[in-house]
């Protein structure tokens, strides 16, 4: 047992400091009494529990929105939404106390969350603004933080999952609506500034619960939910384009994605079932066949920052059609 205490422990994020599992989570008593940002840390035999932030919020009111939690030198980082009033925050420890720093708001905003830390432990985030209907990333240097809109209205930004390559140039994928689908999208920022592509169209919705990872050489890998047909998806950027995958299709699943690559970039994702609650496990069992269906990825647009991504059509390539590769989906729980 973690947390002992009576309540409604909801939305956790986990890393580990020198292999010891460290845990970041909202508390509620109940779903009216504001509830509390929460951390546990195991010590070797016991966990040692601390309040991060007392009050985030009722849970009926605002809800949460998932923490994300990274280490820099020892030092736990901690990216939420403070439902209390309506901001984005970041927490770190720092002389024997939590340190809370106010990023963007107030504002209903703070949807997906999603952190990083450079080489240099500079916090990184990508967030969704639901003032703007904006995706919104964000960077601290020293005590100032400077945010850009990535892409704007349309929803841009309700999912949305950060990952910055060995230059630490951020790299995001996420989610946007157009009049007729709901598109998984990915933008990378260049000297050009942010360079922003379609992954794959949906009707009605593709692409939610996306969770980006990047390979050794900078290649984007994306794991995401296709809700019009319910079942788990992956793509991976190559050069002729992006090449898309169904993971699996065996009943509704594939909420709540998590991506990890392996040392040869194999995808290993953890993921939900959608009608009967399971938590799953997918690994790529059978590589011979460099995958895919076939997809359509464009020509990225750009933008300079920190203006919003423009919204002009781009022209679409295809990628190859090859032969779907064999993924091993396995049942956890």
Do not use: N
Not at 59 to 77: H, I
Not at 79 to 93: E, I, P, R
Not at 94 to 112: I, K, R
């Amino acid at each position: 047992m973690v947390d002992a205490a009576p309540g409604l422990p909801a939305y956790t994020a986990i890393a580990l400091q020198d292999g010891r599992p460290r845990i970041a989570y909202y508390y509620y008593a109940d779903i009216r009494t504001p509830g509390q940002l929460r951390y546990a840390a195991w010590m070797g035999d016991q966990w040692q529990l601390s309040i991060v932030d007392s009050d985030v919020g009722p849970l009926d009111s605002t809800g949460p929105k998932r923490p994300a939690l990274r280490f820099a030198a020892d030092r736990p980082y901690i990216a939420y939404y403070d439902g209390g009033d309506q901001t984005v925050k970041v927490a770190t420890w720092a002389d024997g106390a939590w340190a809370a720093d106010v990023v963007s708001g107030p504002t209903q905003t703070g949807e997906s969350i999603s952190l990083a830390l450079d080489r240099g432990a500079a916090v990184h985030l990508s967030f969704y603004d639901a003032r703007a209907a904006a995706l919104v990333y964000a960077v601290r240097a020293g005590a100032i933080w400077a945010t850009t809109e990535v892409a704007a209205e349309a929803f841009a930004g309700w999912f949305s999952s950060l990952a910055l390559d060995a230059a630490d140039r951020p790299h995001i994928c996420f989610t946007q609506e157009t009049e007729e689908t709901s598109d998984l999208r990915y933008a990378h920022l260049t000297a050009a500034g942010w360079q922003v592509e379609t992954v794959e169209t949906g009707a009605p919705v593709t692409g939610d619960y996306c969770a980006l990872a990047l390979d050794a050489a900078g290649a984007a890998h994306i794991a995401y939910l296709d809700d019009e047909r319910a079942v788990l998806r992956y793509a991976r950027r190559a050069a002729e384009g992006w090449a898309c995958e169904t993971v699996d299709a065996a009943g509704a699943v594939g909420q709540y994605a998590a991506l990890a690559l392996d040392a040869s970039a194999a995808p290993r994702i953890a993921y939900a079932g959608m009608t009967v609650r399971d938590l799953k496990f997918a690994a790529l069992v059978d590589d011979a066949a460099a995958t895919a269906t076939p997809t359509t990825t464009v020509t990225p647009t750009s933008t300079p920052p920190p203006a919003a991504t423009s919204t002009t059509t781009p022209t679409a390539t295809l990628a190859p059609a090859e032969t779907p590769r064999v993924y091993l989906p396995l049942l956890v729980r």
